[in-house]
């Protein structure tokens, strides 16, 4: 089939679908806004009986707190709610549970004002169906008549004025009364039936949206269903479409480019892999010989490079090692110095320097040569790196010298409880494999604490010599006496 063909039937089958995929999003959004506004009718039915419960509330609170304390802002404030409920008053804007305590505190606390409305408009505007609607009203009939019964009560503690003060006896009984019909079994019974239908109206309502709202919500996933598939479709069909033209035209294109690209970041062994019987064929097989012959030059030219980067890091090696141990160099051991002592400064930490030099080692050379020594030093070299942690450095500084750091190690204890580990361990007998003979050293360390024995690199490592040589004349003065005891 011809490519404009091709491309003429896709074109009527893409604007098909996508015709199919709109009308059925605008279903989508249809059904979303049904079920918008149920949830909106639910939530303001809800608030409509929770106006109902929440006046009958305050109106008992007013009431009751108005008999106790015959204060005439109890009695306003009572007047005030029955004038809202009944649409003669306007209701403020933040009317809430807990308007009316905190209104009690701060009269002032109202802001703003919702347009009044009277109960029984705002139920026959509301939605509810006629069963509900008639215990919303048997609901509020009851309430209205439980408001007369509460005026009694409050008419009967405003006739008495300040008798009460005065411990009348007449009044106090009247008092009593009035208490007794504000908090008896009857008043609780006249609000059991105002609340009695209210619990049927929420239980009714519930159930009836949920209903409702199942119906609404399946019409939605059937219109969201329909709209993705018709999506999915034309999705595919762009994808199957798009792969027929790569195939015809610009697959090789493609290729082609593929490979440029990567070719400019350094990919240098990528190939086109064309395996097509035309021109973009040819032109792929050419490419692909052309990269073979750049590759092998690049495969040359990296072990020339892999080469002489080898032979570097040797030089390197060699000029910060020591060549008999494979330890740092003095060179490089005073640039760790100075890094760990620029590190200690920034965080106000300590360090340690350690300074060895061997014991008996010039017997060794001068009894069973110079060989029989480079094997003591290395030795002694493997086990002073295994005696110290990953972060410390030891380096051999000349002949039978080595410089240790201990980056970490603040106090001279600590750092003495170092040292004598590894005095411990270099006197442990060394085996000449060469000779077959076992010799044994020891060794003489002294410590330099970073800030207390120098501030600086040279100081640290003078500090150290210093206290090796004293630790070295301890030794001579040691043994000497053993000796005379002996």
């Known amino acids: 089939m011809l490519i404009r063909t091709r491309l003429s039937l896709n074109a009527l089958v893409q604007v098909a679908l996508l015709l199919i ?56 404030n009572f007047d005030v709610i029955k004038r809202m409920r009944n649409g003669q008053a306007e209701r403020p804007l933040d009317y809430d549970p ?38 919303l009203m048997q609901s509020y009939q009851r ?7 509460e005026s009694r009560a409050m008419q009967m503690v405003a006739t008495l004025g300040q008798a009460i003060d005065a411990a009348s006896g007449e009044a106090l009984a009247r008092w009593r009364q009035a208490l007794e019909l504000m908090h008896g079994e009857t008043y609780q019974a006249a609000k059991a039936d105002i609340m009695t239908p209210l619990r049927a109206v929420r239980q009714s309502l519930m159930a009836r949206m949920q209903v409702e709202r199942q119906q609404e919500q399946f019409q939605l996933n059937l219109a969201t269903y329909i709209a993705w598939a018709a999506l999915a479709l034309l999705a595919l069909d762009v994808v199957l479409m798009t792969l027929s033209l790569e195939r015809a035209i610009r697959h090789p294109l493609m290729l082609l480019a593929h490979w440029a690209e990567g070719v400019k970041q350094g990919r240098m062994g990528l190939r086109t892999h064309m395996r097509d019987h035309s021109e973009f064929g040819e032109l792929g097989e050419a490419i692909d010989g052309m990269a073979d012959s750049v590759q092998q030059h690049l495969n040359e030219l990296h072990e020339e490079v892999t080469r002489r980067t080898l032979a570097e890091q040797t030089i ?5 090692h020591d060549v008999l141990t494979g330890l740092p160099s003095l060179r490089l051991v005073h640039d760790r110095l100075e890094r760990a002592l620029i590190q200690a400064q920034r965080h106000h930490q300590g360090m340690s320097v350690l300074f060895l030099d061997l014991n008996d080692f010039k017997p060794v050379n001068d009894q069973y040569g110079h060989e029989a020594g480079d094997q003591v030093l290395k030795i002694v070299a493997q086990r ?6 990953e972060a410390d450095t030891v380096g051999r500084i000349g002949g039978d010298e080595f410089l240790i750091l201990l980056p970490d190690v603040a106090h001279a204890d600590d750092a003495r409880g170092v040292a004598d580990k590894l005095a411990a361990a270099v006197a442990e007998p060394i085996f000449i494999s060469l000779q077959t003979i076992t010799v044994k050293v020891s060794a003489a360390i002294g410590v330099a604490v970073y800030p207390q024995a120098a501030k600086d690199v040279q100081g640290l490592i003078r500090a150290a010599d210093r206290n090796m040589y004293e630790r070295k004349a301890e030794m001579k003065r040691a043994a000497a006496a053993k000796a005379i005891q002996a």
């Open 143 to 149: 309430s209205e008549d439980l408001i007369e019964f």
């Open 98 to 135: 807990v308007f009316w305590d905190l209104r009690l505190a701060d009269p002032s606390v109202a802001k703003g004002s919702l347009p009044a409305q009277p109960f029984e408009a705002r139920v026959q505007t509301a939605g509810f169906n006629d069963q509900e609607r008639r215990w």
């Open 21 to 76: 995929t709109t009308l059925s999003f605008v279903f989508v959004l249809h059904c979303q806004g049904q079920l918008d506004r149920s949830h909106q009718f639910q939530r303001e039915a809800e608030q409509l009986v929770w106006d109902m419960q929440h006046s009958s509330d305050e109106l008992s609170l007013m009431a009751r707190l108005y008999v106790v304390t015959g204060k005439s802002r109890y009695a306003g």
């Open 316 to 320: 390197e090696h060699l000029a910060n």
């Open 384 to 389: 002073l790196a295994m005696g110290l942690r």
